[in-house]
């Protein structure tokens, strides 16, 4: 539906809106200048308007931000439910839609006070103009500097000059909540629409209009091949592709489908560049469609070249003096269906513990209840997955293209770090226990400092760390926390006393929406005892007592009073096997057939560097041989490779084979062994005793690496 030719609105009460400044005249790329101003002092806005009222229209009031809490996934109208179907109720009118053209300019440091919640640094500002300049363009700064906020603003001008009236958005689906808390702090005035639940209610949300739809990359490949998202609804002025993984790009489904999404302007944001040509053939296809046919046959440098004057790549280390020391957030996720029923379950039981204990029940007792909630809330029971895994893989992800380094913390050991480390093996992961020796501990501290390769540092909290500050890890995550903020805050002092803090350090807490977690994030935050309110030098001891025995029971875990509830038994956990937790890996690296298990150890090899690899016999259904090689300072490195599909543990006989035919071969400096399960520990004792001649790569590192190369 076009615009009209001429409209009369009144200008707001107490605004002035003035007509854009000449100098958005975007021109030459990277020269745009607009109202907002370069300095070394972040732009000081002096605070937000909400809900403008313009005399002479009647906009309906924006939706309130929400309580504290997960963020909300919001929609541009209200969607209701009639016999089964979803139904469209106070969609947005055109005038509406029109709203953010009529609002106080974000590109105007007189009129932005206005409208942005705070302060732009100026790294901020210097993105906002480069995207303004370009029609594709990539901000690949380091994750937690303020890229995605950039990004916003310079959409939310993009409709305010008239150059988009219709955007999309795409996050990883552990952002999705993130990304629509921003869209309504940093563009309140765009009407955006979550695309989310079942199929109908994804449908209506696509054809109601909104000016922003965001969803995650696997709803939008599901919606355009289910044909949910076709036609003129694939056509949009603006295309954000947030959370990249530029690293196996060309691994990854989603880019097939997006070369269906029309959009003249198509940004990206991603933790680093590419480093592979394919890479970055792909990214440069999905930012500039129209240069994909001139890109056969060319090479990384080349086409890095080519997408210089489109790219803005900057470190923490090089934005250090525009960065807060220390920034904290929160990410929130959504359980899957399943897994929250066995949350339920495990819920029910605990209350009904308690409620039996009556009067006896003491603090100890609801602690035992939180942490066995806090186990099940980790992993769904008998598998490596969950929300909240696979929020921490996008993280880390994006970290370590970066090539940054994070310490993860977790309370536990076997459902914690221990869990946790085949997930995040193929990104380089160590992993330090409570229980340690001073020695071990050492030895891996001192790994993880001196040795680039090695990325994640697995913790449980109240691990050794020595007298030593943790300085090289400039991000800490907490997988699942104890409710007092004083302990977190006392491991992080630990790894970052205030002296040492030579690059900013981000936080991310992992919270789940809809369970205790969300009630117990309420109550801190009433209470001022969020981690961001507590001084840092603050005791758990100081803590301990804030939240009463009643509050615990009444407010957290809800427990009935005048009764016990009844019990709900608990079904068989998922998974079975000899390795718990990865019944779901096994079955699907067994089920790929002879040819595809072949293809897939092949790219393994090349992902770990040996760039040529040659199959010694046709693939056998259990498995078979190749060859890898890569040209190193001293000269060919060659090693031998076996891999082996099977259901059980691979023992040490297996080993020793492969060992004594690279060593009868007398050209190989190495073997691999990788298997679609586990090795047992007589297997691994001996590939410790061959000194690195022999590598081990199991089911799960498998898995992820897979994961990472989009196969998975």
Excluded at 497 to 517: K, S
Excluded at 551 to 578: A, N, S
Aim: proline content about 6%; glycine content about 8%.
């Amino acid at each position: 539906m076009g615009l009209p030719e001429r409209m009369e609105v009144l200008p707001p009460r107490e605004v002035a809106i003035e007509s854009m400044p000449a100098t958005l005249s975007l021109e030459p790329p990277m020269a745009v200048e607009t109202g907002l101003r370069m300095a070394e002092e972040p732009l000081r806005i002096a605070g937000p308007l909400r809900d403008v009222s313009l005399a002479g229209t009647a906009f309906r009031p924006l939706p309130p931000l929400g309580r504290v809490g997960p963020p909300a996934l919001s929609r541009a109208y209200e969607q209701r439910w009639e016999e089964s179907h979803p139904k469209a109720e106070q969609a947005a009118s055109m005038m509406e839609c029109l709203r953010p053209a009529l609002e106080p300019s974000v590109l105007s440091a007189e009129t932005a006070a206005w409208i942005l919640p705070s302060e732009l640094r100026s790294h901020q500002v210097e993105a906002v103009n480069a995207f303004l300049g370009h029609e594709a363009f990539l901000l690949a700064d380091d994750p937690g500097t303020g890229r995605s906020v950039a990004a916003i603003v310079a959409m939310m001008g993009k409709f305010q000059i008239g150059e988009a009236r219709r955007a999309l958005m795409v996050t990883s689906a552990s952002s999705l909540r993130s990304a629509s808390r921003l869209l309504r702090l940093w563009a309140p005035g765009l009407l955006v629409t979550a695309v989310r639940g079942g199929a109908d209610s994804r449908r209506l949300d696509w054809v109601t209009p909104a000016n922003v739809y965001v969803c995650d990359y696997g709803t939008l490949e599901t919606d355009i091949e289910q044909g949910l998202l076709s036609g003129k609804d694939l056509e949009f002025d603006l295309l954000l592709l947030d959370d990249l993984p530029t690293t196996g790009l060309r691994f990854q489904s989603f880019p097939a489908v997006l070369k269906q999404v029309e959009a003249r302007i198509r940004w990206g944001l991603a933790g680093a560049p590419p480093e592979s040509a394919e890479d970055w053939v792909v990214l440069i296809s999905l930012l500039q469609p129209q240069a994909s046919k001139s890109l056969a046959g060319i090479t990384q440098p080349e086409a890095k070249r080519r997408f210089q004057e489109n790219l803005l790549r900057r470190s923490k280390g090089e934005l250090r003096e525009q960065l807060p020391v220390r920034r904290r957030d929160e990410i929130w996720v959504d359980l899957d269906p399943a897994h929250y029923r066995r949350y339920e379950e495990v819920l029910a039981e605990e209350r009904h513990r308690l409620a039996q204990l009556g009067e006896a029940a003491t603090t100890a007792h609801v602690e035992a209840a939180l942490e066995r909630l806090d186990r099940v809330l980790n992993f769904l029971p008998g598998t490596l997955d969950g929300a909240k895994v696979r929020a921490l893989v996008d993280r880390i992800e994006q970290i370590a293209a970066s090539d940054s380094k994070a310490v993860v913390f977790s309370h536990f050991q076997e459902d914690g770090i221990g869990r946790l480390q085949p997930a995040l093996e193929a990104y380089g992961v160590l992993r330090l226990g409570r229980n340690d020796p001073a020695e071990r501990a050492h030895k891996i501290l001192e790994a993880f400092r001196e040795q680039e390769h090695w990325h994640v540092l697995l913790m449980e909290m109240g691990a050794r760390t020595g007298d030593q500050p943790l300085v090289e890890a400039s991000y800490i995550l907490h997988y699942d926390h104890h409710w007092n903020p004083g302990v977190r805050l006392r491991a992080e002092m630990r790894l970052h006393p205030q002296i040492f803090r030579a690059v900013p350090i981000n936080i991310y807490e992992f919270w789940v929406a809809g369970t205790v977690d969300e009630k117990l994030f309420g109550l801190l935050a009433e209470k001022d005892m969020l981690p961001a309110e507590v001084p840092e030098e603050t005791q758990p001891t100081e803590l301990a007592d804030r939240i009463t025995l009643e509050e615990w029971i009444e407010r957290i875990l809800e427990v009935p009073r005048g009764g016990v509830p009844e019990r709900i038994p608990l079904v068989q956990e998922i998974g079975t096997g000899i390795l718990p937790g990865t019944s779901v890996l096994r079955s699907r690296l067994t089920g790929l057939s002879a040819d595809t298990l072949m293809a897939a150890v092949e790219m393994l090899m090349k992902a770990l560097g040996y760039d040529q690899v040659e199959p010694l016999d046709g693939p056998e259904e259990e498995g078979g041989f190749m060859l890898a090689w890569r040209e190193g300072e001293q000269g060919t490195e060659r090693v031998l490779v076996r891999f082996l599909r099977t259901d059980e543990n691979v023992g040490v006989a297996k080993a020793r084979a492969l060992v004594k035919s690279m060593e009868m071969r007398g050209d190989c400096q190495g073997a691999y062994l990788i298997t679609t399960s586990d090795f047992t520990a007589a297997c691994k004792s001996f590939a410790d005793e061959t000194e690195g001649r022999l590598a081990l790569v199991s089911g799960p590192e498998l898995y992820r690496h897979l994961h990472i190369l989009g196969q998975f």
